[in-house]
């Protein structure tokens, strides 16, 4: 069965600065992996999603992630941090019946 | 606007008191599943339904009990509710009967407490 892995629980970044959230996924099959971000008190939103092709995909808010299969790896980065960004995000992947989430990144970002 | 709505957003009952969550969804999706979000542990699912009709358990199912008559709404029933179901609820829903491979749209959730 699919899982993934959220090694950092909490990040704390400056506003302006560089972010890379960490994932790595386990599946037997070719990947279907996904961002998502939970802003307080909201439900998750789709920041971007990797099926195939290009390892490197663009997402919602200035957001993108890279595919690294050596690695079993999809990493999520943003050049830099606006206040806004401050939430909690999940790397999730996707099988045939369900989607696996992580346990969650939640960011800070200082003034 | 296309959205999935879940109602009540908060809701504190009592032990052994039947309650139900509803969704409901009006983009026509085929695919749609409950979470129950808990620090911690992120999303973990408790059923999921690729159809009318077509419902199947997630990870968590117990204590749960759901229902797909129409497509458009999937009903999430704790039949007699218990403290350790004191959480946060997701209903999400997907276009295609194997959903999660292209993504879901989630609703806002409803926070359950049990007391």
């Known amino acids: 069965a699919q899982s993934v892995t959220q090694p950092d629980i909490h990040i704390t970044v400056s506003e302006g600065a560089s972010l890379e959230l960490r994932c790595n996924y386990s599946?037997?099959?070719?990947?279907?992996l996904f961002w998502y971000v939970q802003s307080p008190g909201q439900g998750l939103q789709l920041l971007l999603k990797?099926?195939?092709?290009?390892?490197l995909v663009q997402g919602i808010k200035g957001f993108e992630a890279e595919f690294k299969r050596s690695q079993s790896s999809f990493n999520l980065r943003k050049p830099s941090v606006h206040w806004s960004d401050a939430a909690e995000y999940f790397c999730?992947?996707?099988?045939?019946?369900?989607?696996?989430f992580g346990a969650g990144t939640r960011l800070t970002v200082k003034p | 606007e296309a959205q999935v709505t879940q109602n009540p957003r908060y809701l504190i009952t009592v032990t052994g008191k039947k309650l139900t969550v509803t969704c409901s969804q009006n983009m026509n999706h085929e695919y749609m599943s409950w979470y129950r979000q808990d620090p911690g542990l992120g999303l973990r699912q408790i059923y999921y339904s690729m159809n009318v009709e077509v419902t199947d358990k997630g990870d968590v199912p117990e204590g749960y009990k759901v229902s797909r008559k129409e497509k458009r709404n999937f009903p999430l029933i704790l039949e007699s509710p218990s403290p350790n179901q004191t959480s946060l609820y997701f209903c999400?829903?997907?276009?295609?009967?194997?959903?999660?491979?292209?993504?879901?749209?989630f609703g806002s959730g409803t926070r359950l407490t049990v007391v």
């Open positions: 999400a829903s997907s276009p295609i009967p194997q959903g999660a491979l292209i993504g879901y749209t």
């Open positions: 990797y099926f195939s092709g290009d390892t």
């Open positions: 999730a992947v996707g099988g045939n019946n369900d989607m696996r």
């Open positions: 599946y037997g099959a070719t990947p279907y």
